[in-house]
Nanobody
């Protein structure tokens, strides 16, 4: 069983930065995809960014050039560096991992960007 623990959310002013972390524990394949999704009130959950164990990344158009996803395979940890934050980035951010054909979600961390 895989567990994910997220940290790093909070309140920041527009233009500021935050760094989210997500540590995975349990039985994890050496080949996995880790990602960040977000869900704003009244909206569907959407992909923000994801990264494979080989380091390939993709991003939502809305965050390209502002957010950077990275991972430490030795620690089974994924990071999301968020710069130039905008009020529309306000959401609950969820980490997930795809491993051995299963998807596991974290509990979510709130990010609030004030204008």
């Amino acid at each position: 069983q895989v567990q994910l623990v997220e940290s790093g959310g909070g309140l920041v002013q527009a233009g500021g930065s935050l760094r989210l972390s997500c540590a995975a524990s349990g039985s994890i394949s050496s080949i996995s995809i880790m990602g960040w999704f977000r869900q704003a009130p009244g909206k569907q959950r959407e992909l923000v960014a994801r990264i494979t164990s080989a380091g390939s990344t993709n991003y939502a158009d809305s965050v390209k050039g502002r957010f950077t996803i990275s991972r430490d395979n030795a620690k089974n940890t994924v990071y999301l560096q968020m710069n130039s934050l905008k009020p529309e980035d306000t959401a609950v951010y969820y980490c997930n991992i795809q491993s051995f054909g299963k998807i596991t979600w974290g509990q979510g961390t709130q990010v609030t960007v004030s204008s």
